[in-house]
């Protein structure tokens, strides 16, 4: 009987050709400005981004704007409060809401700033 041969020693592969460099990717603004379906989903990306802030947005203005008329329906004692001679409806309505309009936009503004600078991050060359 013969003993079995030794295997050959192992051996790493990592290119087939010897001088080959690391491959290099293609930056994404070029997909972007070429149309291409990498762009595509990067343009998606920041476009369901802007629409999720937009939506949040929306929901918490229906929200605000809502919860007044349920207040005053809830609560039969809020429809009787006056602040000097004015109802307290009128009052929120007409001063309340102007600041928090206020708020919710310099909120907006600067979440949306903040997408879309994520947006140029990703697409900048590196």
């Known amino acids: 009987m013969s003993t079995p041969a ?10 087939s050709r010897r001088g080959a460099s690391p491959m290099r990717s293609r930056p994404p603004a070029r997909d972007i400005d070429e149309q291409t379906e990498l ?6 990306g920041l476009m369901r981004a802007q629409l999720r802030l937009s939506l949040a947005v929306l929901a918490i203005t229906v929200a605000g704007l809502t919860a007044l008329p349920l207040v005053l329906l809830l609560v039969p004692a809020t429809r009787a409060v006056t602040v000097v001679g004015i109802p307290f409806a009128w009052l929120v309505l007409g001063v309340a809401v102007y600041p928090a309009a206020w708020v919710l936009a310099r909120w907006y503004t600067r979440q949306s700033e903040r997408v879309e ?9 590196p």
Request: proline residues 12%; hydrophobic residues 30%.
């Open 117 to 125: 600078s994520d947006f140029v991050d990703v697409v900048e060359d």
């Open 6 to 15: 030794q295997p050959p020693p192992r051996v790493r592969v990592t290119s």
């Open 39 to 44: 762009g595509d989903v990067y343009l998606e």
